[in-house]
Nanobody
């Protein structure tokens, strides 16, 4: 059974940083893509970043380019999302999910439970 567990969320002031972790189990990490998504209050779930574990290709939504960095530790089956220069509009529940390739949220199967990120102004 594929399982994903997010951690690392919290409350931070604008301009601060957080690193989210997504620990994966139950599947061969190298064969899949892991995406980070977020859902803010009253908003639809949106894609934030994605990484293909096999190719190393990475993708970012425009609003986080230059501020967020996705990376993997294949030995630990863990994906990280380093978030710098955080803004209040980054406030959301952040989820990680797994798919064969990077694409929109509807294509992703197994999801974690989410971790709350709150950025105060």
């Amino acid at each position: 059974e594929m399982q994903l567990v997010e951690s690392g969320g919290g409350l931070v002031q604008a301009g601060g940083s957080l690193r989210l972790s997504c620990a994966a189990s139950g599947f061969h990490f190298d064969d899949y893509a892991i995406g980070w998504f977020r859902q803010g209050p009253g908003k639809e779930r949106e894609g934030v970043s994605c990484i293909s574990s096999s190719s190393g290709n990475t993708y970012y939504t425009d609003s986080v380019k230059g501020r967020f960095t996705i990376s993997t530790d294949n030995a630990k089956n863990t994906v990280y999302l380093q978030m710098n220069s955080l803004k209040p509009e980054d406030t959301a529940v952040y989820y990680c999910a797994v798919n064969s390739y990077c694409s929109g949220p509807s294509d992703f199967g197994s999801w974690g439970q989410g971790t709350q990120v709150t950025v105060s102004s």
